[in-house]
């Protein structure tokens, strides 16, 4: 299950990557904690295909940027799109399941650290 989840979790990550830097080409390059977010999710990605002794802290400091970004983004499309459009739903469920993946990859972090150590 290690070396799975691991691969699993990164691909995740990529998957995060990939799609918030799809939203800085759609919607707007200048979005700084965006680019901040992804090149954060691309070291995780190295992290945790590549066990680093610094990825666990970098998984943290991930969690807590992307978590309240999730959060606050959830409740954006709410007020925006309104709660009647189909797409508000997508939006909603495409953000929790990138905070599911911030809370996991942290949860893997915490008690799978010392496969990290040993990097």
């Known amino acids: 299950m290690d070396e799975r989840g691991r691969r699993a979790l990164a691909i995740g990550h990529v ?3 990939a799609g918030l830097a799809a939203a800085l ?3 707007s390059p200048y979005m700084a904690h965006v680019v901040v977010l992804v090149v954060l999710h691309l070291l995780v990605c190295y992290g945790l295909l590549r066990p680093q002794p610094w990825a666990p802290w970098l998984m943290g400091f991930l969690a807590s940027a992307g978590i309240p970004f999730a959060a606050f983004s959830i409740y954006a499309p709410i007020e925006v799109i309104g709660v009647k459009a189909w797409e508000t739903y997508v939006l909603i469920t495409a953000l929790s399941a990138y905070a599911g993946l911030l809370v996991a990859t942290l949860l893997y972090a ?7 150590s040993s990097g």
Do not use: C, M, P, T
């Open 15 to 17: 998957a995060s990557a």
């Open 25 to 27: 080409v759609l919607q």
């Open 110 to 116: 915490i008690f799978k650290r010392e496969e990290f």
